[in-house]
């Protein structure tokens, strides 16, 4: 195995796969790409198989996961048959155009998909960045505890992204990765 962590994500267009990237390279995790038929290659269950931890992501599309990724969950059913990702670190991100654009749905989505799997969530524990003196490159400057939040302007290309969300990404993924050491 390449790595204890998994990221494994749906991108319809490409923004959503930038912060996977950097949730990624802070977690030095592999990448795991849902296709644009929902469907993940079985070289990739079996990376999850292996993984003791699995990062969830999607981008939110009307309120929710895109179908892609609910493909992908519904598929899990056969992984869930046999407990297979039963006490494996779990956690989730979602990017979307709205500073709020009802993300928070989405990652509860991402959290309950967890725990019908038994396994242990792991929210961002990050400090928001919610003064008067914020700024938009800030730390989770979304102030999201349950999950990693990026936005990304609808008009902006993936070259575009918002750099604070990116290394807010990152720093998700580092602490993935610090949880994994610690829980072992
Ligand atoms: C079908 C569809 C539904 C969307 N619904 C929402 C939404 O509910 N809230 C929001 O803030 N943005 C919404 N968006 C914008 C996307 O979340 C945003 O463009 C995101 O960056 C797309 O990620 P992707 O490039 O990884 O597909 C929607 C976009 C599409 C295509």
Same mark, same amino acid.
């Given at each position: #195995?390449? &790595?204890?962590?998994?990221?494994?994500? /749906? &991108?319809?267009?490409? /923004?959503?796969?930038?912060?996977?990237?950097?949730?990624?390279?802070?977690?030095?995790?592999?990448?795991?790409?849902?296709? $644009?038929?929902? $469907?993940?290659?079985? $070289?990739?269950?079996?990376?999850? +198989?292996? !993984?003791?931890?699995?990062?969830?992501?999607?981008?939110?599309? #009307?309120?929710?996961?895109?179908?892609?990724? @609910?493909?992908?969950?519904?598929?899990? !059913?056969?992984?869930?048959?046999?407990?297979?990702?039963?006490?494996?670190?779990?956690?989730?991100?979602?990017? &979307?155009?709205?500073?709020?654009?009802? @993300?928070?749905?989405? =990652?509860?989505?991402?959290?309950?998909? !967890?725990?019908? /799997?038994? #396994? =242990?969530?792991?929210?961002?524990?990050?400090?928001?960045?919610?003064?008067?003196?914020?700024?938009? +490159? +800030? =730390?989770?400057?979304?102030?999201?505890?349950?999950? =990693?939040?990026?936005?990304?302007? &609808?008009?902006?290309?993936?070259? $575009?992204?918002?750099?604070?969300?990116?290394?807010?990404?990152?720093?998700?993924?580092?602490?993935?990765?610090?949880?994994?050491?610690?829980?072992?």
């Amino acid at each position: #195995m390449t &790595s204890p962590i998994s990221v494994v994500f /749906h &991108s319809g267009y490409g /923004h959503t796969r930038e912060i996977a990237k950097a949730v990624a390279a802070g977690s030095g995790g592999v990448l795991l790409a849902i296709d $644009e038929q929902g $469907e993940l290659a079985p $070289e990739g269950w079996a990376q999850l +198989d292996a !993984s003791r931890a699995i990062v969830f992501g999607s981008p939110t599309y #009307m309120a929710n996961v895109s179908w892609q990724f @609910k493909r992908f969950a519904d598929a899990s !059913s056969a992984v869930w048959a046999r407990q297979g990702w039963k006490d494996k670190l779990a956690a989730g991100f979602t990017n &979307s155009a709205g500073i709020n654009g009802d @993300k928070l749905t989405t =990652l509860y989505t991402l959290f309950s998909l !967890s725990q019908q /799997h038994g #396994m =242990l969530w792991a929210g961002t524990a990050m400090p928001p960045s919610n003064t008067k003196a914020a700024l938009r +490159d +800030d =730390l989770n400057y979304l102030a999201s505890f349950a999950g =990693l939040m990026t936005a990304t302007p &609808s008009d902006a290309s993936t070259d $575009e992204m918002v750099a604070g969300d990116l290394a807010t990404a990152r720093a998700f993924g580092e602490r993935i990765a610090q949880v994994v050491g610690r829980i072992g």
